[in-house]
Nanobody, 123 residues
Framework: QVQVVESGGGLVHAGGSLTLSCAATGRTFTTYRTAWFRQAPGKEREFVSA????????DYTNSVKGRFTISRDSAKNTVYLQMNSLKPEDTAVYYCAWGRGPFATTSDEYSYWGQGTQVTVSS
């Protein structure tokens, strides 16, 4: 049974930093790409960042470029999202997702999802 578990969320002041982790277990994840999405209250889920299996390709939504960094430890089936210079508008539930195939940034291209971790940025 595949399990995806996010951790590292919390409450932080504007300008602060958090690092989210996403660990996947239950199968072999060779060639799986991973992405972070977020959903703020009253808004649709949106793409934040993605990384290829090799780590050689990454992508970010414009609003987090230069502030967030995605990375992975493939040996541990774990992906990280380093978030710096956080803003109140970054407040959301952050979801991690894993999927096979070509690099993708849309949620329907991902098969396995975690339950999410809350990130709250106070002003």
């Amino acid at each position: 049974q595949v399990q995806v578990v996010e951790s590292g969320g919390g409450l932080v002041h504007a300008g602060g930093s958090l690092t989210l982790s996403c660990a996947a277990t239950g199968r072999t994840f060779t060639t799986y790409r991973t992405a972070w999405f977020r959903q703020a209250p009253g808004k649709e889920r949106e793409f934040v960042s993605a990384i290829s299996w090799s780590g050689g390709s990454t992508d970010y939504t414009n609003s987090v470029k230069g502030r967030f960094t995605i990375s992975r430890d493939s040996a541990k089936n774990t992906v990280y999202l380093q978030m710096n210079s956080l803003k109140p508008e970054d407040t959301a539930v952050y979801y991690c997702a894993w999927g096979r195939g070509p690099f993708a940034t849309t949620s329907d291209e991902y098969s396995y999802w975690g339950q999410g971790t809350q990130v709250t940025v106070s002003s």
